[in-house]
């Protein structure tokens, strides 16, 4: 079960580097206009935004990681459940204020994250 929920963080933490790409370095190009429908003017308007929310999710991301890599097993599992309710929170919030879609990429992989690691 360790084994289970340490793969599930990495996961989590795998698609918060995936979204830190996504919002600092391709948020204006194809691939960032696609992913979130925006036109080139919208995108460019919003850059700096775009890579400030980067930014933070790459900080959970190395949050996430820091869990993963700690030796002391009563720490980690504290690091890995706070940053990954970090995760939950962010994700509620993108939710309620963004679109729904967000509760199905971000906060339900951090919350089955979450309850394995709880169980494990």
Sequence with gaps: MN???SILVALV???HVYFLALEMFFWTR???L???RN??????DSAVLAANQGLYNGFLAAGLVWGL??????FAFQIKAFFLGCVVVAGAYGA?????KILFVQAAPAVLALVILWLA
């Design 13 to 15: 933490a795998g698609l």
């Design 39 to 44: 036109t080139p003017e919208k995108a460019a």
């Design 34 to 36: 696609k992913t979130f």
């Design 96 to 100: 309620a204020t963004v679109s729904r």
């Design 30 to 32: 194809p691939l960032g």
């Design 69 to 74: 890599l700690q030796p002391n097993a009563a």
């Design 3 to 5: 084994a289970i929920a």
